[in-house]
């Protein structure tokens, strides 16, 4: 799989692809929950990072038009820990007293 986190047009960008998706989000604020990573772009929710079913599956989702709609990948926990540590060097997480509490459920195997 190939990935790149980084700073663009003043917003984090993270994408990762292989043969068989994608997955490309860009955002100025994460906020940071026990199991997930919400990301906004200008106050609206433009994704996330969930592994809320106790695997060890972390799945990425967009946010697209519609109620219910959306369109979720299985994402690597490294990509997840990358998009973490940008999040953070940028200064652009919500609530930073959650992120250690995060690690520890969801990126401890790394």
Same mark, same amino acid.
């Given at each position: 799989m190939d990935s790149v986190v980084a =700073?663009?047009?003043d917003r984090l960008l993270?994408?990762?692809e292989d043969d068989h998706m994608v997955f490309?989000? =860009?955002f100025d604020t994460v906020e940071v929950t026990d199991v997930t990573l919400r990301f906004r772009r200008d106050g609206e929710k433009v994704g996330s990072i969930y592994n809320d079913d106790g695997t060890a599956r972390t799945m990425a989702r967009l946010t697209v038009p519609g109620d219910t709609d959306f369109i979720a990948v299985k994402v690597p926990k490294t990509f997840v820990a990358e998009i973490?540590?940008?999040a953070a060097e940028a200064g652009c997480i919500e609530n930073s007293e959650m992120v250690e509490g995060y690690r520890l459920r969801v990126l401890r195997d790394e």
């Amino acid at each position: 799989m190939d990935s790149v986190v980084a =700073t663009r047009d003043d917003r984090l960008l993270a994408r990762i692809e292989d043969d068989h998706m994608v997955f490309e989000v =860009t955002f100025d604020t994460v906020e940071v929950t026990d199991v997930t990573l919400r990301f906004r772009r200008d106050g609206e929710k433009v994704g996330s990072i969930y592994n809320d079913d106790g695997t060890a599956r972390t799945m990425a989702r967009l946010t697209v038009p519609g109620d219910t709609d959306f369109i979720a990948v299985k994402v690597p926990k490294t990509f997840v820990a990358e998009i973490l540590d940008a999040a953070a060097e940028a200064g652009c997480i919500e609530n930073s007293e959650m992120v250690e509490g995060y690690r520890l459920r969801v990126l401890r195997d790394e």
